[in-house]
């Protein structure tokens, strides 16, 4: 769980508590007995920060079909010897 900050922290490290804000993190403070939330204006979209893997075999085909009739084979196998 996160505690508020007191003023005199948030202010040191203002830039630090705005990137925690950013990327959608509790930032809060207290000034005067009163707690504060920073939030972005705008949320930010939690896709936005997916990254692109690259792909480790492009070479490799995507149709199933034939790993289907593979795999239909090997069940009809296991079947038939019950």
Do not use: C
């Amino acid at each position: 769980m996160y505690m508020p900050v007191n003023i005199s922290k948030f202010r040191q490290n203002l830039f630090q508590f705005a990137d925690q804000a950013l990327k959608g993190e509790a930032v809060e403070f207290i000034h005067k007995g009163v707690v504060f939330k920073v939030v972005p204006e705008v949320p930010v979209s939690k896709l936005s920060k997916l990254t692109r893997e690259t792909v480790v075999a492009p070479e490799a085909s995507l149709d199933t079909t034939e790993l289907l009739k593979e795999m239909e084979a090997e069940w009809a196998k296991d079947w038939s010897e019950i």
